[in-house]
């Protein structure tokens, strides 16, 4: 049975900082794209960062050099820094494991809430 389970989410003022975690279990760990999502109320859900097998990372282009995305592939944990949070960073955020067609995983999301 395939878990991804988000940590880390909450309330934090602009100029703050906050670090999700998901921890996978079911899935052979290292093998899988990881990335994290987002969705925003009334909006479509974003990709927001990733990182694939070799490290190789993406982001979308609002959260460049104020988000770090990483993988500890001992501890089967992907997990994402986020830095200089600005209130249109508030969203659900989502753990995402992917390999090829079925192989497509979500965890429950975790909310972040960026405000004063």
């Known amino acids: 049975q395939v878990q991804l389970v988000e940590s880390g989410g909450g309330l934090v003022q602009p100029g703050g900082s906050l670090r999700l975690s998901c921890a996978a279990s079911g899935i052979n760990f290292q093998d899988y794209t990881m990335g994290w999502y987002r969705q925003a109320p009334g909006k479509q859900r974003e990709v927001v960062a990733g990182i694939t097998r070799g490290d190789y990372t993406n982001y979308l282009y609002s959260v460049k050099g104020r988000f770090t995305i990483s993988r500890d592939n001992v501890k089967n944990t992907v997990y994402l820094q986020m830095n200089s949070l600005k209130p249109e960073d508030t969203a659900v955020y989502y753990c995402?494991?992917?390999?090829?067609?079925?192989?497509?995983?979500w965890g429950q999301g975790t909310q972040v809430t960026v405000s004063s």
């Open positions: 995402n494991a992917y390999y090829s067609g079925a192989h497509n995983y």
